[in-house]
């Protein structure tokens, strides 16, 4: 089964040869279409996973309330059936989606298009002309292929993996709130506007300076590489103390703008905390005062208050996921201004291949 997901993506398959696209959408889609159905079925297996959980919840609140009007004698003869179901849903079901989840991710989709983009994107760098190559650092080029193709990547399955896994949880569990009582609704409602605004403000911001942190972080990649690669001519001809002074501006550079970035992230962070505090009191205060006027059961507040913290613990990993999509991101676009680039040279398009009957070196008035 493993070697089945593994050798259903072939890297090496047959591709467009031409330039990538220079647009950021056009990038992606570019390589995202050659592996569309894998990511479909992500996005159809993480839509099952998120059901899956929001059920199991919803289920922790039935059987409070199941418990607490049943006798012992009468539960197992009026329930058996659901619970029989719910055991083989947790016992079967969800790790079945989950192992499915994983065969998709890390069979198919984690190795196969990072190296399927790796290819291609090495393929055509390879056909540049001499000057491309002595206009950069080898260093920084070979970083930008190899690290973009896997930012690619990780960003395409964070967006299906996280964010749209969270999606359906929070609006099925908005659904639920209604359900139970429309005042249950109104915090989540309010935390999902100040969440999704807090990410909208920050960022967007951290995608900018991840930009330039991925700019910084090649940079230094390649002066390092490069020392490392002209080692002979660096020990016979430069002085160590002008290495050292090349390479420290690069990581100074890197680090004044990793400050940047690690700056909002720490206050986006803050404001995600005390707004998931803030949902937390109020969900819990409201479920209480509606089971105190009758309104709501026992079990509506264990669902309540269940699905209230599985939802802030989930806002940090989507938090973090949103962070590390715009990072990735932002190495995609430093990858791809150095990847696609229009070649210099281009053979004719009736061009025949060079016949040399015989080869000879002469060295005359040397």
């Known amino acids: 089964m493993l070697r089945f997901f593994e050798e259903s993506l072939d890297p090496f398959r047959k591709h467009d040869e031409s330039m990538p696209p220079a647009s950021l959408i056009g990038y992606y889609g570019r390589y995202c279409k050659q592996v569309w159905p894998f990511l479909v079925a992500l ?17 922790v609140g039935a059987l409070v309330d199941i418990l607490r009007s049943t006798s012992p004698d009468e539960v197992l003869k009026t329930h058996g059936g659901d619970f029989l179901a719910m055991a083989l849903l947790i016992l079967i079901g969800r790790p ?15 190795p196969g298009m990072t190296n399927l983009i790796r290819w291609q994107t090495h393929r055509y760098v390879l056909r540049q002309s001499v000057s491309y190559f002595a206009n950069d650092f080898a260093g920084r080029i070979a970083s930008n292929i190899v690290q973009a193709a896997a930012s690619l990547r990780d960003s395409v399955v964070q967006i299906i993996d996280a964010l749209w896994f969270v999606t359906v949880f929070a ?12 005042r249950l ?16 403000y920050f960022v967007p911001r951290i995608r900018r300076r991840s930009e330039t942190l991925a700019h910084m972080r090649a940079t230094l990649t390649g002066r390092i590489v490069d020392s490392y690669t002209n080692i002979q001519t660096v020990k016979l001809f430069a002085h160590l103390e002008r290495e050292d002074e090349h390479a420290r501006d690069a990581l100074a550079d890197h680090n004044d703008a990793f400050h940047g970035q690690t700056r909002l992230i720490t206050f986006l962070n803050l404001t995600v905390s005390v707004s998931n505090a803030i949902l937390l009191v ?3 205060a409201i ?15 264990a669902v309540a208050t269940g ?9 940090g990993w989507v938090m973090w996921t949103s962070i590390g999509i715009f990072d990735n991101v932002g190495q995609v676009q430093e990858g791809m201004r150095t990847i696609a680039r229009p070649r210099a040279l281009v053979d004719h398009v009736d061009a025949r291949p060079i016949t040399a009957s015989k080869g000879a070196i002469r060295f005359e008035n040397v």
């Open 96 to 110: 079945l989606a989950s192992f499915t989840h994983d065969l998709i991710v890390q069979q198919a989709i984690a």
């Open 287 to 301: 479920a209480v005062w509606l089971w105190a006027r009758g309104a709501v059961s026992l079990g509506d507040i």
């Open 282 to 284: 109020s969900v819990g």
């Open 307 to 315: 699905l209230a913290l599985r939802v802030t613990i989930m806002s």
């Open 171 to 182: 609006f099925s569990a908005l659904i639920i709130f209604i359900q139970t009582d429309w």
């Open 43 to 59: 996005m159809t297996i993480s839509l099952i996973v998120s059901l899956i959980e929001v059920t199991i919840l919803r289920f």
């Open 185 to 200: 609704a109104g915090p989540l409602i309010l935390w999902m506007l100040v969440y999704v605004s807090a990410l909208f």
